[in-house]
């Protein structure tokens, strides 16, 4: 992954915008998609320049995809139980060929990061890599976060 730099990013459950912005910052095109208008708002208020929707990612067509989607902050776990396989299937379907899925959420809190590797299969993904943190620590499976890093598939 060293050297990855996407032209443009889909933030998947970006709640408040906070890694929108950190990616805007640095000169990459974000666009934001979140379920909570609340969120939304208060993210359009703190970012202007960037894009942002209301919606659910599950289900969105944002009508292009992306050579990166990031879901950061435990948003798999924000989904209703049992609706994460559609969460990673909305994702997929916005990533370009060869598109990667970046995604960081707590492990034992119900969705496990196997389950999840099943649901990207499902979606057409393949696993790249899997740290236990966002600043690369090696996965630790009895550890309590996985960032997990998926690519589309040919």
Do not use: K
């Amino acid at each position: 992954m060293a050297g990855f730099a996407p032209a443009a990013v889909l933030d998947a459950g970006c709640g408040t915008g906070r890694v929108a912005a950190e990616l805007h910052r640095r000169g990459i095109e974000v666009v934001g998609i979140d379920r909570d208008p609340s969120m939304i708002d208060t993210a359009r208020a703190v970012s202007p320049a960037i894009e942002f929707h209301v919606g659910d990612v599950a289900s969105a067509d944002l009508g292009r995809t992306f050579p990166l989607v990031v879901m950061a902050g435990n948003v798999p776990l924000f989904t209703p139980d049992g609706t994460q396989a559609e969460l990673v299937a909305g994702c997929a379907r916005h990533l370009g060929p060869g598109g990667i899925l970046v995604a960081g959420f707590q492990l034992g809190r119900g969705y496990p990061v196997s389950r999840y590797d099943e649901d990207c299969r499902a979606a057409g993904l393949e696993p790249v890599s899997r740290w236990s943190t966002w600043a690369g620590d090696p996965f630790d499976p009895a550890g309590d976060y996985a960032v997990s890093v998926h690519r589309r598939t040919p």
